[in-house]
Every structure is written in C-alpha cells, then in structure tokens.
C-alpha cells in the first residue's frame, strides 16, 4: 500500500517533494516557492526562478512560503512575497502549501485574497487555532509531532478528515507510521484514511 507524503524534502518518488528554488526541476511530483526564512534583497529574482519551476506539469504546488514569526527577515517584505505567491497560484491554478510559525492571526487575512486551496503544512498547534483555520477554507497537514504531542492528538482525533493531509516534513521516519497512529486515533483503517487523502487531493488539485 503506498501512503501519500504530502510534504518531504527528500529526494525520494512519494508524494510531494519540496524544491528549493536554487535546484533543477525534478521528473516527479513537487511544489517549489520561496520559504520565508529564504528571503533576501533578491527575492525578485528568485520569484522568477519560482513561477518559471511551477509552469511544469509536475508541480503540484505553489510553496512552501509563508510567515514565521522566528526570523528575522522583515514582517512586511514577508507579507509582501507571500501575497506575490498566492497571487501567482491563483493565476497557474495551483494549491498553496504554507509554512506558518506564529503568524496564524495574519495568515487567516492571506486566505481572502486566494482562489486556490490553502494547506498549512506541520500544523501542531492548539484545538481554537485548528477550527479558526478550518472555519476559513484551510486544508491542515500533520506530520511527527502527532507521534508525541498529546493535545495534537485530540486535535486530530476530531479533525475532518476531508480536509487533512499527512507528512513527513524533514523528518526521518516511515509515513506509513504515521498514517497507523493517526487512523487509530481516528478509529478508521489506514486504508480508508488512504482513500480519503487521494480524495483530497484529487479535489485541491483539479481546481
Ligand atoms: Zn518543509
């Protein structure tokens, strides 16, 4: 059975692979963007790099891009190539996979301006945080902190599975673990959460 890895950066054929925008496009499924932390005084340049990767017909998303509280880089130039990102998704037709670190409140304004599906890659956050984000169109993707974070746990316990994603992320573990934890938390076979996150993502991509 092959569990879908919604967001990896490894160089291995599930899923989807993030590609950093200083690499060469690859022959199978990715998304690429520019993350925030990655900002510099020529993200211009390297938004062009981007919109030019996205226009192949493997890349299945725009991202990962964002807002993070943690860096250093500047809160409105973030929000300034954020919004270029989800303006070009809009125009390439094509889901957005978003990295958000303490920026939920601002991230909720971004979702008004987007045509497309929005997916908040490694959520691990609070139950309120889950249900303002549902409430307002977002997708959620989980990935290891599922394994050990318990209130994340019943988070995902009452989360609509109609709109979850699962990933690896940068972490080095098997996603086929964490489609068993979650399904038990759920108290669904691994294969009907399986069917259920091809559903998924059948609809954010035929838009
Ligand atoms: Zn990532």
Same mark, same amino acid.
């Given at each position: 059975?092959?569990?879908?890895?919604?967001?990896?950066?490894?160089?291995?054929? /599930?899923?989807?692979? /993030?590609? /950093?925008? @200083?690499?060469?496009?690859?022959?199978? $499924?990715?998304?690429?963007? #520019?993350?925030?932390?990655?900002?510099?005084?020529?993200?211009?340049?390297? =938004?062009?790099?981007?919109?030019?990767? +996205? $226009?192949?017909?493997?890349?299945? !998303? #725009?991202?990962?891009?964002?807002?993070?509280?943690?860096?250093?880089?500047?809160?409105?130039?973030?929000?300034?190539?954020?919004?270029?990102?989800?303006?070009?998704?809009?125009? &390439?037709?094509? %889901?957005?996979? #978003?990295?958000?670190?303490?920026?939920? =409140?601002?991230?909720?304004?971004?979702?008004?301006?987007? !045509?497309? %599906?929005?997916?908040?890659?490694?959520?691990?956050?609070?139950?309120?945080?889950?249900?303002? $984000?549902?409430? +307002?169109? =977002?997708?959620?993707?989980?990935?290891?902190?599922?394994?050990?974070?318990?209130?994340?746990?019943?988070?995902?316990?009452?989360?609509?599975?109609?709109?979850?994603?699962?990933?690896?992320?940068? !972490?080095? =573990?098997?996603?086929?673990?964490?489609?068993?934890? &979650?399904?038990?938390?759920?108290?669904?076979?691994?294969?009907?959460?399986?069917?259920?996150?091809?559903?998924?993502?059948? @609809?954010?991509?035929?838009?």
């Amino acid at each position: 059975m092959s569990f879908f890895d919604f967001h990896h950066h490894k160089k291995y054929l /599930n899923g989807i692979y /993030n590609l /950093n925008f @200083r690499d060469e496009t690859p022959e199978h $499924l990715f998304s690429t963007g #520019i993350h925030p932390k990655d900002i510099s005084s020529q993200w211009e340049s390297d =938004f062009r790099r981007v919109k030019e990767a +996205s $226009l192949k017909s493997n890349c299945g !998303a #725009i991202g990962e891009c964002g807002l993070d509280g943690l860096t250093d880089v500047d809160e409105k130039l973030q929000e300034t190539v954020f919004e270029k990102h989800i303006l070009w998704a809009n125009d &390439v037709k094509k %889901p957005v996979i #978003i990295h958000c670190v303490r920026k939920f =409140f601002q991230l909720i304004r971004f979702s008004k301006i987007a !045509a497309v %599906p929005l997916i908040v890659h490694g959520f691990n956050k609070k139950q309120s945080i889950a249900d303002e $984000l549902v409430n +307002s169109g =977002f997708y959620l993707s989980f990935g290891r902190a599922v394994f050990h974070n318990v209130s994340l746990q019943t988070v995902v316990k009452d989360f609509p599975v109609e709109r979850m994603f699962l990933e690896t992320d940068d !972490a080095d =573990f098997d996603i086929a673990e964490l489609y068993e934890k &979650v399904s038990e938390l759920k108290n669904i076979t691994a294969e009907d959460l399986q069917n259920q996150i091809f559903e998924n993502l059948e @609809r954010i991509r035929n838009l």
